[in-house]
């Protein structure tokens, strides 16, 4: 949750490269994530190309030097993978002291600076690296928004919720919506869904990876 917290969307970075310590954590995680969840999930270092065209400028990216490519196999379920999976690593790098921004559509492909196989699919790039500023909250809807019924769930839910309006989305479009939707063998079930629109999906994978962990321990599961 500090991480959630702290976590806001950074264009702007100074020189200095990722701390060896922090590489070697990324790493790690990063082939544990692409074990689990049949990714090819890269850390891109030293490579400012992908970041130094018009559309880069245009949304005042400077100096971006290192990022993760977000790659996995094409299916329609990959961006919801992707961004689930995406944000347990722009989570942990928070925690190693790194600034970050998701980013959609505003980046050059780079050839050979990292892998896409047949098959496979390059969905976003994540900056990554220090920050010249540590970047500013974003707005959010209120949690009634997006969970009608908010206000008479329980406090696991609501935590769940709360934590899901601090996660990144495409435009701060926050399209996103959760709700209690029965129980299954006394679980309560948690239906997670969104409107359509651009990088929607991914923008859901990322509202549930901070709902579970606003949720905490809590007992649930998601909805099929």
Sequence with gaps: MQAIEA???VRSY????????AVEVLQKAIALVNEEANLNIQLVLDEPRAFTGFKARLV???NVRNYLALVGPECKELD?????YGEQLVLLAQSLGLNSCWVGGTYKVVNRAYNVDLGQ???ALVA?????????PHRSKAPQEVAPGYDGAPEWFKRG???ALLAPTALNQQKFSFSLDGEENDVPVVRASTKRGAFTQMDLGIAQCHFEIGA?????????
């Design 121 to 123: 699919k390059l969905t």
């Design 216 to 224: 905490g321990n809590a007992l649930y599961r998601w909805a099929e």
């Design 7 to 9: 976590r806001h969307a």
């Design 14 to 21: 100074t020189d200095e490269p990722l701390a060896p310590e």
């Design 80 to 84: 919801g993978i992707v961004g689930y």
């Design 60 to 62: 005042n990216f400077t």
């Design 128 to 136: 990554l690296g220090y920050g010249t500023a540590p970047g500013v």
């Design 161 to 163: 919720v709360d934590a």
